[in-house]
């Protein structure tokens, strides 16, 4: 069976956990679309544009990786872009909490879809995008917390360079 795999998130920034789990992704799937999300609980540091660009150059070397967007609801794109699978990653009990009620309502939401999730390797385990944009923004070292075109642009985009 050909399996057509969807890793959503808002990537505002992209992290090297982030990468991780689409790599490893992309070694168990035919095809992973990498979807760039809106997230209403949160304000955005870089553009939608801005993100897909980035993660286009983060991501160059995947051939069976793609990237698009959407600002709707997650399971009317999944449903209509016949997704069999989507890749959540787990770095915590937190998120196995927030992704086990995301998933059982998603099950009322998605036609012929599963859920698969990547546990995050220990070194990216205690990585977020809100993480990064902390120490980043006060002059830290993000090398271990972002790619390196990603941090070129937050550097940039505080004003740091």
């Known amino acids: 069976m050909h399996t057509k795999a969807l890793y959503a998130g808002s990537f505002d920034p992209m992290t090297l956990g982030h990468v991780d ?10 095809e992973l679309t990498v979807l760039v999300t809106v997230n209403l609980a949160k304000e955005s540091l870089f553009s939608y544009e801005e993100r897909e660009e980035m993660i286009r150059e983060v991501l160059k070397d995947l051939p069976n990786v793609s990237i698009d967007r959407c600002d709707g609801l997650l399971a009317d794109y999944v449903n209509s872009h016949g997704y069999n699978v989507v890749v959540r990653g787990l770095r915590n009990n937190t998120d196995f909490d927030q992704e086990l009620a995301m998933d059982q309502l998603h099950k009322h939401l998605y036609k012929d879809c599963e859920t698969v999730y990547i546990i995050s390797e220990d070194k990216y385990g205690f990585i977020s995008s809100s993480m990064a ?29």
Not at 136 to 150: A, C, K, N, T, Y
């Open 133 to 161: 944009k902390q120490v980043i923004s006060l002059g830290g070292d993000g090398s271990v917390l972002v790619p390196e075109p990603v941090l070129e642009r937050m550097i940039k985009k505080y004003g740091l360079d």
């Open 21 to 30: 789990v689409i790599k490893r992704a992309s070694k168990i799937f035919d």
